[in-house]
């Protein structure tokens, strides 16, 4: 499958999923912990709590936020409330949709912009100094996870942090790496055939080697199944 047809697929797998949930997320009490399976919300409560966490410790809300990868605006809405700033990005116009008008229900205001991060421009600004990348990374293959991590690195400023959550290989038990593998093995014969997680979960030494030129780690930890990476741009 070619690079835009990769980009085409997942772009229709969230429109249908936005379509499909819309009217349940808008009127979740808990948007930020919403997920289409109930015995998901404490992972969800942990693992974006521990997000929020993170954004409360080395963020300024003086500065604004990018979020890339937005989805219905589980971060960017409890962003906004906080009273940040946002500029918050999305390849799938249907997810989009769905996060203005989460946005219009909590009274917050909040750029929306389409964006495909393998092949867009962010942003015409090249000094964020926050940006945050929660739970997408994981859904590229490798080669665009390397160029959605140079694109970041382009707009930020130096000494700007950059928050990264993607689910974690670390603690995997034996029987998930086994299915990973086989995973694996039946995507490069019928990728991305409507799942939601196509390509294997890069390990946290191979996310070092994409980030380590351009990024100093501050932090690195797993949690809820999550491995977090706090990383500050080198200038
Ligand atoms: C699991 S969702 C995470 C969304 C949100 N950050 C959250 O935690 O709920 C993954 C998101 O990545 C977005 N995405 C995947 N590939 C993308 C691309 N090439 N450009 C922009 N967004 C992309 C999807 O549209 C989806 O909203």
Not at 36 to 51: F, I, K, N, P
Not at 155 to 175: F, N, Q, T, Y
Not at 193 to 207: C, D, N, V
């Amino acid at each position: 499958m070619s690079s835009l047809d990769v980009q085409a697929h997942v772009r229709k797998h969230y429109d249908d999923f936005a379509a499909e949930n819309r009217a349940a997320i808008l009127e979740s009490d808990e948007p930020e912990y919403w997920s289409t399976a109930d015995e998901m919300y404490e992972h969800l409560r942990q693992r974006v709590g521990s997000q929020m966490a993170l954004v409360d410790h080395y963020f300024d809300r003086s500065l604004p936020v990018l979020d890339l990868g937005c989805g219905y605006g589980r971060q960017a809405i409890p962003l906004a409330r906080r009273g940040y700033r946002v500029e918050a990005v999305d390849l799938s116009p249907g997810l989009l949709d769905v996060a203005r008008d989460l946005a219009a229900k909590y009274q917050v205001t909040i750029t929306f912009r389409e964006v495909n991060l393998v092949t867009d421009r962010y942003s015409d600004r090249t000094d964020w100094r926050q940006v945050c990348l929660f739970d997408v990374i994981e859904h590229m293959p490798p080669e665009h996870r390397v160029e959605v991590i140079r694109r970041i690195t382009e707009v930020m400023a130096p000494g700007g942090v950059l928050l990264i959550s993607l689910p974690s290989r670390e603690l995997d038990s034996l029987s998930v790496r086994v299915a990973h593998r086989l995973l694996r093995m039946i995507v490069t014969k019928s990728r991305l055939e409507g799942k939601e997680h196509p390509y294997i979960f890069p390990t946290r030494a191979e996310m070092e080697r994409m980030v380590s030129s351009a990024f100093e780690a501050v932090e690195w930890f797993v949690r809820a199944r999550t491995l977090f990476l706090v990383l500050r741009r080198r200038g």
